[in-house]
């Protein structure tokens, strides 16, 4: 199935340091959702998206909807080991397939 | 809430054996879903359930495969025969709405020697 694009697909942080994954569509989402898989573990939800432009934040975890509802960002500030693990969005429409996702490593 | 329970958790089989995988989702969630997760392919799913039907199946790789929700506490993903490129994680996941988050189940890893 049609599956949105998700940048980059491995992201090595630095302790610290802040990052952002991207995930990107070509077609209008009516909403979007995030999910986090430690390694070994299994997708957890993390957040929906759905109004335009709108932007929402969970301790250093802020998400965002781009104004035209085609793309998403998940920015993470002063990364911790806890951060590691594989981030997806997914387009919230059982049609469409979760993205690749965003693999994190954090160096201490 | 115990969550989406799925058994088993580790499964090793010889190629040709019938595998079920069963899974029981959240009471009072009327959406279920079954997911299969390689290096290769990702995050794919498979079938949707919506109040025990099953409303998209074309994810379901060939034949050999099926799915079935016989109540809303309870459903199989069967493999039959099983083979080696079936091996991967599956994953059942369940919602109370399809547009709003899904909960996972841990998973049944599957190993088809």
């Known amino acids: 199935g049609q599956q949105v694009m998700q940048i980059p697909q491995y992201q090595h942080v630095q302790e610290g340091e802040d990052f952002t994954t991207y995930c990107n569509s070509s077609t209008t989402l009516s909403n979007i959702q995030w999910y986090k898989q430690r390694p070994g573990g299994h997708p957890v939800f993390l957040i929906q998206?759905?109004?335009?432009?709108e932007v929402k934040k969970q301790k250093r975890l802020t998400f965002q909807f781009g104004e035209a509802k085609k793309n998403s960002s998940l920015h993470i500030t002063a990364t911790q080991t806890t951060d590691v693990g594989t981030y997806f969005c997914e387009p919230n429409d059982y049609k469409l397939s979760f993205g690749a996702g965003t693999t994190v490593t954090v160096r201490a | 809430d115990a969550g989406v329970i799925q058994s088993p958790r580790h499964e090793v089989t010889e190629m040709g054996q019938e595998v079920t995988l069963r899974c029981k989702p959240i009471s009072g969630h009327n959406s279920l879903f079954w997911y299969r997760q390689t290096m290769m392919r990702g995050l794919e799913l498979l079938i949707y359930?919506?109040?025990?039907?099953?409303?998209?199946d074309s994810g379901m790789p060939e034949d050999r495969f099926s799915a079935k929700m016989p109540n809303a506490s309870f459903s199989t993903l069967k493999i039959q025969p099983s083979e080696p490129r079936d091996s991967a994680v599956y994953f059942c996941?369940?919602?109370?709405?399809?547009?709003?988050?899904?909960?996972f189940g841990s998973g049944t890893r599957l190993t088809v020697v």
């Open positions: 359930f919506n109040n025990n039907v099953p409303i998209d």
């Open positions: 996941a369940s919602s109370s709405r399809t547009d709003y988050g899904y909960t």
């Open positions: 998206l759905v109004k335009s432009g």
